[in-house]
């Protein structure tokens, strides 16, 4: 039998070297539609206030709506790590007719990685990701769907990406404020995401319970979940500080630009102590550019072409080690859905992360899909994710 260090580590090392409505249905009355730069930023006046209430909210149509449903696009409050009070965007799809008793379910969605800039953020996407037609499925199957952008994500501040805190208050306090944009929805709710937005929903598992406790959580589901990513970092640094190591970075490379800047949310990681000069220099294009543009500039790259041999990433593994699902302590159930050719969160990883929390007897039912890959597994899952929520609702069909 392994122990954790060395079972992880196999892990990081496989990871490293793949390729890498009711009558009350009534919603708020809403601001006139206002252009998007300014709806992003509020008044500093106009952001304190109870976290989950909503700043402001506005219809939304064309290419970002979801089909079927009445969309809204919402700027909600919640607080930072520094419990600093910050404004959240985001987005809500609710199904049209008449909600159930108790209002329409609710699914709080946590996207996947899209990057830290502003511009990235998911409800500024043009509709051209498969992201609204799988909210449309859900919609269609009697589900509002409220999603995220995160904190510091499209809106004023930094995006904490991959800090578990932030990513699960965000997800915790859209659910709340979905019930204010429109009155037709339940006060009862699922987290689900994919990715990052998996790994948001793992943390929503842990804690959103305690964080929104007049927003009753009865469940959560991980699609892919990102998690190891400080062992993937330790086996990167190896391979540039070893005279023999010839690992490439694998996908780790692309991300690394946004764990950097994610970790400068709540300390001072100082990448000059571990970068090369050539990774430094790429380094603020995750300021205005998206994961695609990352890809682009980041994809390839060496371990030796972005660590220096001799550079100390303690503060930055320290980060990773603090957000890694893992460890954590479930309040509520947890699904996790996985395919077996993912490429991008390999079926290693989420297989060792699933362990470690089944062996300390957390409830994780955990399910996996030959021949399925990063971006398929949300489609792919659909029937099985759908009837593991009704369950958690009551729903029977």
């Known amino acids: ?15 490293l070297t793949a390729a890498a409505c009711a009558d009350d249905s009534t919603p708020v009355e809403f601001a006139s539609a ?40 919402t700027l909600y409050r919640s607080l930072d790590a520094q419990e600093k009070p910050v404004a959240v965007s985001g987005t809500l799809a609710v199904p049209e007719g008449v909600a159930p008793a108790g209002g329409w379910p609710l699914i709080s969605w946590g996207p996947g990685s899209t ?22 499925r859900w919609v269609a199957k009697g589900y509002a769907v409220a999603r995220t952008d995160y904190q510091g994500l499209g809106t004023p501040g930094n995006h904490g990406y991959l800090i578990g805190e932030t990513e699960h208050r965000a997800m915790a306090d859209i659910a709340t404020a979905a019930r204010e944009v429109d ?35 009865l469940g959560a589901i991980a699609l892919a979940p990102a998690s190891h990513l400080g062992e993937q970092v330790r086996m990167a640094k190896w391979a540039a500080s070893n005279p023999l190591g010839k690992l490439g970075t694998g996908d780790i490379a692309i991300y690394l630009p946004l764990l950097v800047r994610g970790a400068q949310t709540i300390t001072d990681v100082d990448p000059a102590r571990f970068l090369t000069d050539r990774a430094r220099s790429l380094l ?3 300021d205005t550019e998206c994961t695609g543009g990352l890809r682009d500039q980041w994809g390839g790259l060496s371990a030796k072409d972005v660590f220096t041999p001799d550079g100390d990433v303690s503060g930055l593994l320290r980060v990773l080690d603090d957000n890694d699902p893992g460890g954590l302590h479930f309040t509520v159930p947890v699904l996790v859905l996985q395919g077996r050719s993912d490429l991008t969160v390999p079926l290693a990883s989420t297989d060792a992360m699933v362990r470690e929390q089944q062996d300390r007897g957390e409830s994780v039912d955990y399910r996996k899909y030959d021949d399925i890959d990063h971006s ?3 489609s792919a899952s659909f029937t099985d994710a759908l009837a593991w929520a009704d369950a958690r609702f009551g729903i029977t069909r």
């Not at 039998?1 to 990871?15: E, F, I, Q």
């Not at 502003?118 to 509709?127: F, H, K, N």
């Not at 689900?192 to 804690?207: T, V």
């Open 183 to 217: 009155k037709s929805v339940g006060s009862r709710w699922v987290a689900m995401g994919h990715s990052q937005g998996g790994h948001a929903a793992l943390f929503a598992a842990a804690d959103s319970a305690g964080w929104a406790p007049a927003s009753p959580l």
């Open 284 to 286: 603020p294009k995750a």
């Open 376 to 378: 398929h597994i949300v």
């Open 34 to 73: 206002a252009p998007l730069s300014d709806f992003y930023n509020p008044s500093a006046e106009s952001i304190p206030g109870p976290r989950g209430s909503v700043i402001r909210s506005q219809p939304l149509t064309g290419a970002r709506a979801v089909p079927g449903a009445r969309n809204y696009l």
């Open 115 to 136: 990057g830290v800039a502003d511009v990235c953020a998911a409800s500024r996407s043009d509709g051209s990701t498969p992201s609204l037609d799988e909210q449309a």
């Open 1 to 15: 039998m392994y122990g954790r260090t060395a079972r992880v580590l196999v892990v990081a090392c496989l990871a």
